[in-house]
């Protein structure tokens, strides 16, 4: 359920969404997800009650896998927009 459809629960979702996708080795999917959680403001559940923020995806080990991304550098490296 995508935070479109649920403004309450969505994000969290997508959170969750956002690993698997990476997992998968979908990290242009992952990466779109995490951009999108960037731009809503919401109560997490990763980081819960926080929200993902850019330096939560540049210290957090779990997100190893897109380092080497640019796409994912850039998001590092913004400021968080909630």
């Known amino acids: 359920m995508q935070s479109s ?3 309450l629960s969505g994000p969290a979702f997508e959170e969750s969404l956002a690993l ?3 997992i998968l080795g979908e990290n242009s999917r992952a ?4 951009t999108r959680l960037l731009q809503t403001p919401y109560g997490g559940w990763l980081y819960s009650p ?3 923020t850019p330096a939560l995806l540049k210290l957090d080990p779990i ?8 796409a994912f ?5 913004e400021p968080s927009r909630h």
């Open 5 to 7: 459809e649920d403004r």
């Open 20 to 22: 698997v996708e990476m």
């Open 31 to 34: 990466i779109s997800t995490l």
């Open 50 to 52: 926080a929200p993902i």
């Open 63 to 70: 997100w190893d896998p897109l380092r080497a991304d640019p």
């Open 73 to 77: 550098q850039k998001l590092c490296q």
